[in-house]
Nanobody
Framework: QVQLVESGGGLVQAGGSLRLSCAAS????????MGWFRRAPGKEREFVARITRSSGTTDYADSVKGRFTVSEDNAKNTIYLLMNNLQPEDTAVYYC???????????????WGQGTQVTVSS
């Protein structure tokens, strides 16, 4: 089994920053992609960013490119999402997920965290 635990969410003013963490445990060796997704109120869950663990390759949604940075600490089996210049439209529950294939599609991620709330006030 695989467990993912997110932390770091909270309330921040527009223009501020937050860093989310996602600690993975269990049988993660074959799971090469770790990603961040979010669900805003009244909207579908969407892709935010991901990192390929074997290569360090990253990928971002257009809406966050240049503002968000995903990184990993392999020794801690943890990934991070540094979010700068946050805007009210970034308000959402942010989920960490992991899967075998380094793609954006949510259907390829078999393990999910419980989510952490990020609220950006204007």
């Amino acid at each position: 089994q695989v467990q993912l635990v997110e932390s770091g969410g909270g309330l921040v003013q527009a223009g501020g920053s937050l860093r989310l963490s996602c600690a993975a445990s269990g049988r993660t060796r074959s799971l090469d992609s770790m990603g961040w997704f979010r669900r805003a109120p009244g909207k579908e869950r969407e892709f935010v960013a991901r990192i390929t663990r074997s290569s360090g390759t990253t990928d971002y949604a257009d809406s966050v490119k240049g503002r968000f940075t995903v990184s990993e600490d392999n020794a801690k089996n943890t990934i991070y999402l540094l979010m700068n210049n946050l805007q009210p439209e970034d308000t959402a529950v942010y989920y960490c997920a992991t899967g075998r294939i380094p793609v954006r599609g949510q259907q390829f991620y078999g393990y999910w965290g419980q989510g952490t709330q990020v609220t950006v006030s204007s």
